[in-house]
């Protein structure tokens, strides 16, 4: 009886324990489901929600803003994806910094700045990672959110032990079911991830995109870095902006998008719809696996000792020192190339012309940093 008692005292206090925990972690769990402020630039003349395209996606977390930049004047559509995975910061602050900068003088310009919105919600829990990070910006400081690689598991679960990719029929890890970038086309009735990407190709086919542009980082590890990958029917455009980068000192990789490699934008976008299929990558290492702490600094400067001894070592694919490789030069990067690809499209293909005016150059961004333009 005694025993008993004593059992049930002690999973009374692990209950009470565990309640405290949770009424102590609540508030960090509400704070990471809100949205960072963005601020509707000049060229901004309309903003929708993804659910516009595919109205099933209407009061989910996987619904999103989109930007429309419409100039008015003829030309062609272009599509810029930020936050596909919202670890990786420069691909969401590149479509902001569009977003409230740009103002088209041909054609229109649609950006999705959160496009797996849910990922912004939650981090990795094993990486340690930060909830969000500060910028000082001309307007003041601010502040933006960290997040996951995946659609946040409160909104998608639980995952399969195989995650098998609806059009083709290719096996990956589980895991790989809540990557955004791994479930193209989507399917209207399939999980929250593949109702998303199924929302981004209505949006292309309804808008008729000519050209879709989407922005990732990845590990200065990782061979495939500060590189271009291209769907063959863009290889043309990719071939040339790749040019145009080295000649203005910018080194860019270019690399084809393997066929046998399904579920990414770069092949499914390119197969499934008419639009010019382009995915950018830049150096993060935030998210690599040879980091130290990780933390707001890092992700902001993009400094790591760790990696300093890496490069000594020969062990990365981007030069790396002791400047790192901050968030201004990636983002000055993947804003640079954007709109390179812009100009090429309009000049091989003037019906389909996207043309930006305030668009700060390459040099501006890297030394007066991106803060000065947000």
Request: glycine fraction near 8%.
């Amino acid at each position: 009886m005694r025993m008993m008692q004593g059992t049930k005292k002690t999973a009374f206090i692990l209950l009470a324990l565990s309640m405290l925990v949770v009424v102590a972690v609540t508030p960090d769990f509400r704070r990471m489901h809100v949205e960072e402020p963005i601020r509707k630039g000049p060229g901004v003349t309309t903003v929708k929600q993804l659910s516009d395209y595919f109205a099933k996606l209407k009061g989910t977390n996987g619904d999103t803003p989109v930007y429309v930049l419409d100039s008015g004047k003829p030309g062609g559509t272009a599509l810029v994806l930020g936050g596909t995975h919202p670890n990786e910061p420069s691909s969401f602050l590149s479509a902001l910094l569009l977003i409230e900068n740009a103002k088209p003088a041909k054609g229109r310009l649609i950006v999705i700045p959160r496009a797996n919105n849910s990922g912004f919600s939650h981090t990795d829990y094993t990486e340690g990672a930060p909830q969000h990070f500060m910028l000082k910006a001309a307007s003041g400081e601010r502040w933006f959110r960290f997040g996951s690689r995946a659609t946040n598991p409160t909104d998608q679960w639980p995952d399969p032990d195989i995650y098998v990719h609806a059009a083709s029929g290719q096996k990956l890890s589980g895991s790989e079911t809540r990557n955004l970038n791994r479930a193209y086309p989507g399917r209207p009735d399939g999980t929250l991830t593949e109702q998303v990407a199924y929302g981004i190709v209505q949006l292309i086919r309804q808008e008729k995109v000519a050209m879709t542009i989407d922005l990732h980082e990845a590990s200065p590890e990782y061979p495939v870095i500060n590189a271009i990958v291209a769907h063959e029917r863009a290889m043309d455009y990719a071939a040339e902006v790749t040019i145009g980068l080295q000649m203005d000192g910018i080194k860019i990789g270019l690399e084809p998008s393997p066929k046998s490699l399904r579920g990414l934008s770069h092949r499914e976008l390119g197969d499934a719809t008419d639009t010019l299929a382009i995915l950018m990558e830049t150096a993060n290492p935030a998210q690599g696996r040879l980091r130290g702490a990780t933390n707001a600094a890092l992700v902001v400067t993009g400094k790591d000792v760790m990696y300093e001894r890496a490069a000594k070592l020969n062990r990365l694919f981007v030069p790396y020192d002791e400047k790192g490789q901050p968030i201004d030069l990636r983002v000055a990067r993947h804003v640079t190339a954007i709109n390179e690809f812009l100009n090429v499209l309009s000049v091989k293909n003037p019906a389909q012309a996207v043309v930006l005016n305030r668009v700060p150059s390459y040099n501006d961004m890297v030394k007066k940093g991106i803060g000065s333009y947000l």
